[in-house]
């Protein structure tokens, strides 16, 4: 499990929601979530590898040359 990135928290807490510092620190984790979700948006979560797979298959970086 990766630690709780607390850095991007304070950051989005203070500079993007601008609260104060009293605020942040009694909100719950949740709040914040809700908090942090409202101003950017819910984040799909990522692809499998498998779907990656298959949309590398289907988009190859490079075009086949004609023959």
Do not use: C, H, Y
């Amino acid at each position: 499990m990766q630690p709780f990135p607390w850095d991007e928290a304070i950051g989005l807490g203070l500079g993007v929601l601008r609260l104060s510092p009293a605020q942040f620190w009694a909100m719950t984790p949740r709040e914040l979530a809700f908090a942090i979700r409202a101003a950017r948006g819910v984040v799909p979560e990522p692809i499998d590898r498998t779907s990656l797979d298959n949309l590398i298959q289907k988009f190859p970086d490079r075009a086949e040359a004609p023959l």
